[in-house]
């Protein structure tokens, strides 16, 4: 590697992580609880088969919104961040110009083509006439989608977390539950769902637009001759994300429409819960890699490689270890959190949540490895590592759904999530010899499974019948538990004081002077 390792302390990154990350994690926290509200709302207002449909159809606009982004959402906030980074603020805001006028008419192409083709893709595809209408519907919701997030990821870019903490994943789900209420009150026929659906996007779309007009910085008029290839540098670095996101896209959503295929609407709509469910394992490496991204882009410029190491291994180890609680209860108590959430009718979703668990929590495990290329420009890399990962992906689909239904679409999801991450793992190491395997990490990664494997066998012997209150009960010893094992062994670290610190300043709380005391 020609560039130079630079030794200052990464007390500035990291800070900056943390602070961004519990913005961005307060929003994702909120929109989960609504959008659990939503999915609770919906599951009992309409039949299996409508959640069914309208699971598919919501699976179709991100599929299509995904593809019509062309790439902009990670190369804008990649670019934007780099430049910024630079102090190049006029190539900065050319990039935010360029990517939404690019976004909003590749939007509208593709929001057409979902319209024209819902009748086909209704009857041809997925042996279901009646979700021609529902499609049709939701075609209005492309546009709308793909130039919200774009315009999300270019306040990424300028490391602004609320476009992505408030309006996309707060205010839009509160609009939708807030016309589902309506609806629900006024006992509305199920296509008003659908339209709600659009609406709340468009709503909170016009809402961002006005936030972010007078939170970017202007665009200084006017930008030297040498500065006219920003657009291929853009494009060039953007469309072979677009094969990222359409290789991401036969990992997540290829699943769920092939076991629609292959099934009925009804079983799609039972793994939509179970993946919603599971998804709560992501929202705290998802809300760091979102401030990280941009954070590690502008060390990338400037070449201070050894800040970027080490924000990752600290990084990686806060993701696991808060991820933790979440997985206690999906392992030892999945069948009373689904009847609590959704009724009786979806007990059977219980395994399959346990088994989709244990392949999204390897990426949490892995860190953000993913988020680390993106900032280094490693686009082929994870190109490579995806291709890999959609293509084994889609052939395990084939193979189990026919025959195991439901239950291989969640080993399929499984298995292709663990790969995908320890591929990027060996990718990162391969081309920047960053790694999180500290000892300190090996240690609070040994320590949770000997506890996860003692609370088990103790409830297993003492017979203790699982309610929600026993889940309650034992996730709170289980973390009070883990947090003594790791004072005990000495593995917290001064970057871990540091990102406590941001966050007690960031929340208006004291949650060290007790674990200093005991840690040395």
Known sequence: MSRSLNDAPPSIALQSIAKGTTVVFAGVVASLAINFLLRIALVRYTSEDQYGLYSLAITLVGVIGAIAMLGLDEGSARYIAYYAGKAENSRAGKVASLTLKIALASGMVFGVLLFSFSDALAVQVFHAPE??????????????????????????????????????????????????????????????????????????????????????????????????????????????????????????????????????????????????????????????????????????????????????????????VLTLPVLFIFLLFPGELIGLLFGARYASVAFVLQIIAIGYMVNPLTGPNYHTLIAAGRTREITVSFLVNAVSNVLLCLLLIPSYGIMGAAIAATLSSAVANLLLSVRLYQRLHIHPLTRNYLLSIASSIVLLAGFYVALKVLSIQPSIFVAIACTALYVAAYVVSLVLLRTISEDDFMILSAIEKRLGIQIMPLIRRHAR
Do not use: C, H
């Open 131 to 320: 979700l021609g209408g529902i499609l049709k519907i939701v075609a209005a919701a492309v546009p709308l989608t793909v130039l919200l997030q774009i315009l999300v990821s270019v306040m990424r870019g300028y490391s602004d977390s609320w476009g992505r903490a408030f309006f996309r994943d707060t205010l839009r789900s509160l609009l939708f539950l807030g016309l589902l209420a309506g609806i629900i009150l006024f006992n509305l026929p199920f296509d008003s769902i659908i339209y709600a659906y659009v609406l709340s996007t468009a709503l909170a779309l016009a809402a961002l637009v006005l936030f972010s007009a007078r939170r970017l910085p202007r665009r200084e008029p006017g930008l030297p001759e040498r500065d006219s290839g920003i657009l291929k540098s853009l494009l060039s670095f953007s469309f072979p994300m677009l094969s990222v996101s359409l290789l991401m896209l036969m990992m997540s959503q290829a699943t769920a429409l092939l076991l629609a295929f292959f099934t009925v609407p009804a079983e799609v709509g039972k793994y939509d819960i179970a993946v919603t469910i599971a998804s709560l394992l992501l929202i705290v490496i998802n809300s760091l890699g979102y401030i990280y991204t941009p954070t590690v882009s502008s060390l990338y410029g400037k070449g201070r490689l050894a800040e970027i190491r080490q924000s990752y291994i600290t990084s990686t180890r806060w993701g696991y």
